[in-house]
């Protein structure tokens, strides 16, 4: 995020919190459990969406993005279809994992693609962070 939209969030949950909602970015996993051996996204079983239909509702969200893709996939097959059903149609993105699994990009690549996604969804650029004036 610090290399992404510059500045620094901190090391303490607050401060990364209102550095990311400062720069309109909200996090949220797209699974609320399920049974997975150590970290491989190959291993999961059982998985159980997490409910985002009412901060969709609630919130000007125009992009979602999913890290890595399989929560692209578990998004599109076990998220959309209830946020279909609701009438919420929101853009979904799947750009690369961060993980450091994810060894085929480099950190100046994975900035790149993370700032054209930002870029994408209008939350960076001129004008784009609200310098701290966010009432939202």
């Not at 609701?86 to 994810?102: H, Q, R």
């Not at 950190?107 to 784009?128: P, T």
Request: proline fraction near 5%.
């Amino acid at each position: 995020m610090a290399a992404v939209f510059g500045g620094d969030p901190g090391r303490e949950p607050a401060t990364r919190a209102a550095f990311a909602l400062n720069h309109h970015v909200a996090l949220w996993d797209v699974l609320a459990s399920c049974d997975i051996s150590g970290a491989s996204d190959g291993s999961i079983r059982n998985p159980e969406p997490n409910d985002i239909s009412m901060i969709l509702c609630g919130a000007p969200i125009r992009l979602v993005m999913t890290t890595g893709s399989k929560a692209g996939q578990l998004y599109v097959k076990l998220v959309e279809p209830g946020l279909k059903r609701l009438g919420i149609d929101v853009e979904m993105m799947t750009v690369a994992s961060t993980s450091p699994a994810n060894a085929a990009k480099s950190l100046n690549d994975l900035v790149s693609i993370y700032r054209a996604a930002f870029a994408h969804a209008g939350v960076l650029g001129a004008g784009a962070d609200c310098d701290g004036a966010c009432g939202n």
